[in-house]
């Protein structure tokens, strides 16, 4: 695996908190150039603030394919091109799968599916034209084992988010060799994901067993510098997705 050296200009969705705002502090002291997207004005701008200059706010919901072309050509406008586009902002649900309504499933996949495929087709087209670029999406471990059933819709859209993401690896391997596509998948993060849940539910920040949104992040930083594809970002995780499928299903006799 080559190693990127150099700073980079880095788009990061999701950054007014959690894994979003500690992957920005963390980038921005090394000399990336970054462009913060979220919803919430205020708590992005605190984050751009402990960025420095170097760091570009762009308000915009990701679910919205008009307000994350018009990132992109912030991006470009500001830092004459982008290197990397990391889809980090996604949110959860707490509700049993036997009482999901049409609505439940409808806003998981908004968040956690359309809204990486808006990233996609607004960078595409930039990373094509310049023979390089890396897509970065954060999935969940989730995204690999239904563990967890009060967050099955939220399990499911991840499932689907991670089965696009290695069909557009596969493509982009023989269209646009340059442009690569990694998934990184967390467990549990000491973040606000629980409370912001789609009807609320048990604050991640209190389950045993979690990681801090830092060690995340510098696993991102990590499939940047190394252009990885594929990470967990927890020791042993990779086994324990192995062990969930060495048990499933038989073979007719
Ligand atoms: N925490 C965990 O336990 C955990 C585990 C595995 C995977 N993950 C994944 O990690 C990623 C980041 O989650 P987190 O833990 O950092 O959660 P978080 O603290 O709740 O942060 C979520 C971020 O996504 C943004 N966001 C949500 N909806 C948005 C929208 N429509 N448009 C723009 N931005 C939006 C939020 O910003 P605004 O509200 O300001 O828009 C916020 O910055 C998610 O994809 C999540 O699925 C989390």
């Avoid at 563990?147 to 290695?166: E, W």
């Amino acid at each position: 695996m080559s190693e990127q050296t150099e700073a980079n200009v880095i788009l990061i969705t999701g950054a007014s908190a959690g894994i979003g705002a500690a992957l920005a502090r963390q980038l921005a002291p090394k000399g990336h150039r970054l462009v913060l997207v979220a919803r919430r004005a205020d708590r992005l701008a605190e984050v751009a603030a402990d960025c420095g200059d170097n760091a570009l706010a762009v308000v915009a919901d990701v679910t919205d394919q008009a307000q994350l072309d018009a990132a992109i050509a912030a991006a470009i406008a500001r830092f004459g091109h982008l290197d990397v586009w990391v889809s980090n902002a996604g949110q959860g649900i707490t509700r049993q799968p036997s009482q999901l309504t049409d609505s439940d499933l409808d806003a998981m996949v908004n968040i956690n599916v359309k809204a990486v495929w808006n990233g996609v087709r607004a960078a595409l087209p930039h990373f094509a034209e310049r023979g390089t670029g890396q897509f970065i999406h954060v999935s969940s471990m989730l995204g690999r084992v239904p563990f967890a059933p009060i967050r099955s819709a939220y399990v499911g859209a991840k499932h689907m988010m991670n089965a696009l993401t290695a069909s557009l690896r596969i493509e982009l391997a023989q269209s646009h060799p340059g442009v690569i596509v990694t998934l990184v998948s967390p467990g549990v993060v000491f973040t606000e994901f629980g409370s912001s849940a789609l009807h609320g539910g048990p604050d991640s920040r209190a389950f045993p067993d979690g990681q801090s949104a830092e060690e995340v992040a510098a696993v991102i930083e990590q499939a940047i510098l190394t252009r990885a594809t594929d990470l967990y970002t927890r020791a042993g995780a990779q086994a324990r997705v192995a062990g969930y499928y060495a048990t499933l299903g038989s073979d007719p006799a």
